[in-house]
């Protein structure tokens, strides 16, 4: 096949190469279809040779027989452009150089990488580095959590380690650096992280540190340098391996000093198992690690094996369908837990009841093993269901012969307790006129009862010992903020000496928190229950909803923290992200320096549907991985204004399929946008005047409304929303759903076409006049290639650019602001080189001559502006670049008329 793709299976952790069928065309789609607004999941369409009976997963004579099976993985690849080092996590997967005088430095240390890695994923990455075993560690470069690290040794057996968060917009593909100058000439180190494109810069600073103090002296160590360090298990968490691509890195003795170490992987065959790089260092290769030269276009769960042959069993083949991780999680129809119910168990409670069961339950089960269920009687179970971090928890509905009893067992610790505690979540909207018991907590100590009572005047706090004596008594002056609305009640034991101290915390869910403490001679003792008063809650508290009771052998937790309130207000990338890690999903982040919008609380859904709800609030987009099966968030404000990865010429590209086909039609078209943010208020967007306003034609083209309901922390956020999204919708141009791109015809542009991806930019030049004016810029939402023998096509689906091309502070074309109004003051022809302008309204036109050249649109012409005259007569010298005047580049219009402002002015 003259693309050479290589299809390949995940058997036991190594990629097998499978042969294929080159009669049937090899079919690849990702992203988004034509006019959809999520991501479908990716398809891949291939036909294997099974002759042999290899790929039939029930034939026992196969040497896959057990090994291949539904959701095998596999992936689909073509020749790349570059080699790289690929690395799979396995601990012993790496490429390593044995230690070398050079490498032993002491002074000034400069050191360099380059690859792809998931810079936001939870826990630890080893990158590079020499860091042998305890006492022979030298320095190494990190990542954690979102954060670049570099970490090493001087003196004698001292360790210094600087970090600082990594850029939100830092690509995929990004290289990394640390430079430690061990005497900076002012009495200290300096130590300074930087990140770039590539290896070549250039470098921006991501913060610098300086220890006080001598210069320091590095230790050398005699590890070897390695990419990545083995597996480091004496801290929290664990350093761990890579899981990535590496292209280059370097170690220089000295900063921008002498070469030491400069491994290119990128300058190596593929499969090659070792190699000697520029400064003279062996590099050898070990356990999964290799150099490959691939660039996939799609990796795939094959959920099933169909089995086809010919009657007389001269062929016989199965044609795949492989599917992107999407399919499987759409699949899946089960929610996620409540956020209090997932995140509680995860911190080891004694005991822990969430009292989330249906309308039937008489008890609470425990998620806790070795915990008893809670018992509750005359209540209405999965009755209130107004705290969004749970499902619907019960509420007392005492009677005369049904009265509300409690009785939840707490099992022995497996060690005496110097402090204890019990949290949980209740919910009385009636303030009862006299104070009763809505807690009773027992316990081993010299207080046997606690007693905890509300009431309209306040609180009181009783413990009795074992004979029903009052040794504790306290009135608490409670507000009327502790009804209404959910409360957490934190209640808290811990020896003191002596003495017992003991503590109360009210907060109400998402405000305000109260405490009262006070101490005792006695000793905690353990907790063994927690239980409604003994004849039963009273009838006042009826209606009290409670749920979540947590007991713990520590005197404080953060179990509740954020998850109480259902994690509002974290961002969207916030929520994708922690999602991602509860749930072991790979996930890559193409991030912006624009902070994501903050979303509204997770409520119990499936996993698919609370990411794409993060992803709907922020406007980006929810991709799949095209190198494992995972996920990339693609944030809002990472497609504004971009540079196009893929220019095509009309006139010029032999690659791009004719005829190009516009189509100048409504089916995008929405100008009146209201957003809904769930749970709260609503705004609302309207375009009211011009060509797509919702005023009847000729004036506009009348009514094209939507409604959305997003998942926002705030209802401010609702407005600039829609109107975002009404500007995405009144596009007043032609639309161009689909390019179609013919590789075998221009190879010259597989590289660029591998190299974009879901919301890149495509422009399109040289368009004819029969066709359009200008350049096109097309959004690329979805992808499908069709690989043949002879043939290679891929066709875009495309969306307009144009709106996401957005104004920027300080940029030299972007930085500029229009007038809100322009006019004609005198006609013109195509031989006037002078346009006469009034403005109509918002600021007058700039005559600083710095603002020029910039260019305006009118007429469906685009001129360059070279200079304004003075406030009597504003001159703008034109050039024509596109559009339907004459196109002489040497021709200008000037105009005369206005005045100016000292704003600026640039054309749309």
Request: proline letters at 7%; a negative charge.
């Amino acid at each position: 096949m003259g693309f050479d793709p290589r299809f390949e299976l995940l058997v036991e952790g190594e990629w097998i190469p499978v042969r294929t069928y080159e009669r049937d065309t090899i079919e690849v789609e990702t992203g988004c279809g034509d006019g959809a607004s999520q991501t479908d999941p990716g398809r891949l369409s291939i036909t294997i040779d099974n002759r042999s009976g290899r790929y039939s997963t029930r034939n026992p004579e196969s040497d896959l027989y057990g090994k291949i099976g539904r959701n095998t993985r596999g992936r689909l690849s073509v020749p790349g452009t570059t080699s790289y080092l690929e690395l799979d996590g396995t601990v012993d997967g790496r490429a390593s150089t044995p230690h070398h005088a050079s490498l032993a430095i002491t002074g000034d240390l400069d050191v360099r990488w380059e690859g792809e890695a998931d810079w936001y994923a939870p826990g630890a990455t080893f990158l590079i580095g020499k860091w042998g075993a305890s006492g022979n560690r030298a320095w190494h470069m990190r990542v954690q959590d979102g954060i670049l690290y570099f970490s090493f040794f001087y003196g004698a057996g001292l360790n210094l380690f600087v970090g600082y968060f990594l850029p939100p917009e830092l690509p995929r593909h990004a290289a990394l650096r640390s430079t430690v100058d061990v005497d900076n000439g002012a009495g200290g180190a300096t130590v300074r992280l930087y990140w770039a494109p590539t290896l070549a810069g250039p470098w921006t600073e991501i913060v610098s540190f300086t220890e006080p103090g001598a210069p320091l002296t590095l230790f050398p160590g005699t590890a070897p340098l390695e990419i990545t360090p083995t597996v480091q298990t004496d801290v929290t968490p664990n350093r761990l391996p890579l899981t990535g691509r590496v292209y280059k890195a370097e170690v220089r003795n000295g900063i921008n000093g002498t070469l030491v170490a400069a491994p290119d992987f990128t300058a190596q065959a593929a499969g090659a198992p070792s190699f000697v790089d520029a400064a003279g260092r062996t590099w050898t290769l070990s356990g999964t690690a290799v150099i490959r030269d691939r660039a996939d276009l799609i990796v795939v769960e094959v959920p099933e094996w169909p089995q086809d042959w010919q009657p007389d069993e001269s062929d016989a083949w199965v044609s795949i369908e492989g599917a992107g991780i999407l399919r499987r999680m759409g699949q899946g129809k089960k929610a996620l837990q409540s956020t209090l119910r997932r995140r509680i168990p995860s911190y080891s409670p004694l005991a822990y009841w969430p009292m989330e069961e249906g309308n039937a339950a008489s008890r609470a089960y425990s998620p806790i093993a070795g915990v008893s269920p809670l018992t509750l009687t005359g209540a209405n179970w999965a009755s209130a269901d107004s705290l969004p971090s749970s499902q619907a928890l019960p509420a007392l509905a005492p009677t005369s012969s049904n009265p509300a009893m409690m009785m939840g067992r707490v099992p022995a610790p497996a060690t005496a307790l110097t402090a204890w505690a019990v949290q949980w979540l209740y919910r009385l909207d009636q303030a009862p006129a006299s104070r009763f018991t809505f807690m009773r907590i027992l316990g081993t100590g010299t207080i046997a009862e606690w007693y905890i009572q509300t009431g309209a005047d306040g609180t009181n706090l009783i413990g009795r010992d074992d004979d029903g004596n009052t040794l504790v008594s306290h009135s608490i002056a409670t507000g009327s903020d502790l009804f209404g609305q959910w409360v957490l009640v934190h209640f808290v034991l811990a020896q003191n000496g002596s003495n017992i101290d003991y503590d109360i915390y009210w907060t109400d869910v998402g405000g305000d928190a109260g405490h009262f403490g006070s101490s005792i001679a006695g000793s905690v003792g353990r907790p063994t229950a927690v239980a409604s008063p003994p004849n039963g809650y009273a009838a006042d508290l009826q209606g009290m909803a409670i749920g979540h009771i947590s007991v713990w052998p520590v005197a404080g937790t953060s179990a509740y923290t954020n998850a109480v309130t259902a994690w509002t207000g974290e961002t969207a990338w916030q929520r994708v992200r922690r999602l991602a890690t509860e749930e072991n999903l790979p996930l890559a982040r193409i991030g912006a320096p624009e902070t994501t919008e903050l979303v509204g609380p997770q409520t119990p859904d499936t996993l698919l549907n609370l990411l794409q709800a993060a992803a709907d609030a922020d406007g980006g987009l929810l991709l799949e991985d095209a190198t494992r099966p995972g996920l990339v968030f693609r944030e809002r404000s990472s497609m504004y204004s971009q540079t196009p990865k893929l220019v095509l010429s009309y006139n010029q590209a032999p690659g791009l399929a004719a005829p190009l086909k516009p189509v100048d039609d409504d089916t995008a078209v929405r100008n009146d946008r209201t957003v809904q943010r769930d749970g709260g208020s609503e705004a609302r967007a309207i375009l009211e005047d011009g060509p797509l306003s919702v005023q009847d034609p000729p004036d506009g083209i009348g009514l094209y409304d939507d409604s959305v309901t997003l998942s926002l922390h705030d209802d401010a956020q609702a407005e600039p929303i829609a109107y975002w999204r009404l500007h995405l919708g009144t596009v007043d141009g032609p639309r161009y759903p689909q390019v179609r791109v013919m590789l075998h015809k221009a190879p010259h542009l597989i590289p660029a076409v591998l190299a974009l991806g879901e919301g890149d930019l495509i422009r399109i030049t040289d368009l004819p006049k029969y066709v359009g004016f200008g350049d096109v810029d097309l959004l690329v939402d979805g992808k499908r290639h069709e690989l043949g023998q002879e043939h290679w096509e891929v066709t875009f689906n495309c969306s307009p650019g144009a709106p996401w091309n957005v104004g920027i502070l300080d940029d030299p074309v972007l930085g500029k602001v229009d007038t809100d109004g322009s006019e004609l003051a005198a006609a013109v022809d195509t031989d006037d080189t002078v346009l006469s302008v009034t403005v109509t309204d918002g600021p007058l036109w700039n005559t600083d001559p710095v603002e020029c050249p910039f260019d305006i649109r009118t007429g469906g012409e685009v001129m360059t502006v070279h200079s304004c005259t003075t406030a009597a007569q504003d001159t703008f010298t034109r050039t024509v670049t596109t559009g339907w005047g004459t196109a002489d580049s040497g021709q200008a219009w000037t105009t005369t008329g206005g005045s100016t402002s000292d704003y600026s002015v640039g054309g749309e």
